[in-house]
């Protein structure tokens, strides 16, 4: 099991969800989304979440909710539960769907 030593979240999350308190992550601008992977890749080393191959730029990845949001919505804008997870089809946050993320988040 991998463990993810989570960091505090961007400033532009924390003002957007200040402006928004009941807002979910499908509400979120394309420039916050890019923010947060920025931010995930960093504390990750510029790993995958799930396979730890190397994420050569933050176009080749996307963001990744430890607990699905379809099983747990409230969490959808919680950086402590987003991660960066390669694009590899078949695997990985391809085939996370709504599965438990097998890895622990430290925050």
């Given at each position: ?24 992550y499908n509400q979120l601008?394309e420039e916050i989304r ?31 909710h430890i607990e699905a ?39």
């Amino acid at each position: 099991m991998r463990t993810i030593s989570k960091g505090t979240e961007p400033s532009s999350l924390t003002a957007w969800k200040r402006a928004n308190p009941h807002g979910r992550y499908n509400q979120l601008t394309e420039e916050i989304r890019r923010t947060i992977r920025q931010y995930a890749l960093a504390e990750q080393f510029y790993l995958c979440a799930y396979c730890c191959q190397r994420i050569q730029n933050i176009d080749a990845c996307h963001n990744e909710h430890i607990e699905a949001q379809k099983l747990n919505p409230r969490r959808t804008v919680d950086f402590s539960n987003i991660v960066a997870s390669c694009n590899t089809s078949n695997q990985c946050g391809d085939a996370h769907k709504s599965q438990p993320l097998p890895l622990t988040s430290q925050g």
